[in-house]
């Protein structure tokens, strides 16, 4: 597991093009507790390692 310290953070915009969604589609994610963000002062965020598994989740479906 990685350590808070050494975690890469994603921004928004590089999850919505990686996923290809909207702001609406990661608010909808975030409310169903698909894709949780973080909050680095007034930055929204996403842990590269969220984002990675959600990914995996998707493709095996």
């Known amino acids: 597991m990685v ?3 050494q975690e890469v953070l994603l921004t928004k ?3 919505m ?3 290809g969604v ?3 589609t990661l608010w909808n994610w975030n409310r169903n507790n698909i894709l949780i963000p973080v909050k680095v002062g007034k ?3 996403y842990r590269q ?3 990675e598994r959600l990914i ?3 493709a095996r479906q």
């Open 17 to 19: 093009e990686k996923f």
């Open 22 to 24: 909207c702001h609406t």
């Open 3 to 5: 350590s808070a310290a």
């Open 49 to 51: 390692s969220d984002v």
């Open 43 to 45: 930055k929204v965020c």
């Open 13 to 15: 915009k590089e999850v």
């Open 56 to 58: 995996l989740e998707k």
